[in-house]
């Protein structure tokens, strides 16, 4: 089966390779299979305006190409839309649950005790169904409404796809979870998984938001051409670098931390071209770059609301970023949303691997 063929060995390697470095290394293992972390074994390097200032270069260069890209393009590149007078009623439904949830998660009211630890979960469903409804608005077309199916199975694969960050993140311990009291294995499970569970949907749901505002992205449907990426040994290149990053990352955890969203999506991108599947870089390859580029600002966009929201909630978390950690916007800092932007892609990346399954190459 082409979705087993792809998911075992990327698995495998995602929990195996940091494992097998740590382990040559003479760590204990237990440091890094404890369930609930707790234990901080990693110490955080100290910030240091020299790294602080050449990560932040490295954004600018990255990322000012397309921002230029985008601003000085005349050209027209518009999207046909099928706008609707207004919100469909579901739409100001959540509009509605979004607020008074708000209002809960935000406060500590005696007779809501008992649900305070699920609110986070509550307000990502509320923004997930908004982002739909004025896709829906916008276009006439949604996940929800048009792809139910797919849409509900993106829940369980995103709760997947998150507890590997969590497990990836045990061996650089850059955040952890606060107001969470002395809650067993089983009780942690459930309480986490229900917030995963909403990443993948609010991710691409808001990329199909953003894909309705033609102007965010013109001028990169004929940008850069990278048909050499699909060259033999380009992917296997790729993917012997990105799996030593991973089984280096629980070594120096401090000067690699970056890795643990970098080498994920590039092992997962290497094997999807390997095994000839569709990949974040079909696109690019043609020099399209359109659907990178918004399914990035989604990931930073629904990073400003994860850490909003995560703000004043009971159960949040906190980081521990090695060099950098300064400037905080609510609980993170300032560089640290800089990582939304590759991890938006691996967002589009996972849903490559579900499309697999659920609709051979059909793109999201």
Not at 140 to 153: D, I
Not at 330 to 343: A, N, Q, V
């Amino acid at each position: 089966m082409r979705f087993l063929k792809l998911l075992l060995p990327m698995v495998l390697m995602l929990i195996g390779l940091p494992l097998a470095g740590v382990v040559l290394t003479g760590k204990p293992l237990a440091l890094y299979l404890e369930f609930p972390p707790i234990t901080e074994h990693v110490v955080r390097a100290a910030f240091s305006w020299w790294a602080f200032a050449a990560t932040t270069l490295f954004v600018i260069v990255t990322v000012f190409p397309f921002v230029n890209r985008v601003v000085r393009f005349h050209g027209s590149n518009e999207v046909s839309l099928v706008q609707s007078a207004s919100l469909p009623w579901w739409g100001w439904l959540a509009v509605v649950w979004l607020a008074v949830v708000w209002l809960l998660a935000w406060n500590r009211f005696e007779w809501f005790a008992s649900f305070q630890a699920f609110t986070f979960s509550m307000l990502w469903l509320g923004y997930i169904v908004i982002v739909n409804a004025l896709t829906r608005r916008r276009t006439g077309r949604c996940m929800l409404t048009n792809r139910p199916v797919y849409f509900l199975a993106l829940f369980p694969v995103s709760a997947a796809f998150w507890w590997l960050f969590e497990f990836l993140n045990r061996f650089v311990q850059n955040w952890y979870y606060m107001g969470i009291g002395t809650l067993g294995a089983w009780d942690y499970f459930w309480q986490a998984t229900l917030p995963f569970a909403t990443v993948l949907p609010a991710v691409l749901g808001t990329r199909e938001l953003l894909a309705s505002f033609p102007q965010l992205s013109r001028g990169l449907d004929n940008a850069w051409n990278i048909s050499w990426m699909h060259m033999k040994w380009i992917p296997w290149i790729l993917l012997m670098v990105s799996a030593v990053g991973l089984a280096a990352v629980g070594v120096w955890p401090n000067a690699l931390f970056s890795l643990l969203w970098l080498a994920p999506l590039a092992l997962i991108t290497a094997l999807q071209i390997i095994m000839g599947e569709a990949s974040i870089l079909d696109g690019p390859a043609n020099g399209d770059w359109r659907e990178l580029w918004q399914v990035a600002l989604a990931g930073l966009v629904c990073g400003f609301f994860w850490e909003m929201w995560n703000y004043q909630s009971l159960a949040h978390w906190e980081y521990s970023v090695p060099f950098v950690h300064r400037f905080e916007i609510f609980h993170m800092p300032l560089l640290g949303y800089s990582g939304y932007l590759p991890f938006g892609l691996e967002c589009l990346a996972v849903a490559r691997l579900l499309d697999i399954l659920w609709e051979g190459k059909h793109r999201t």
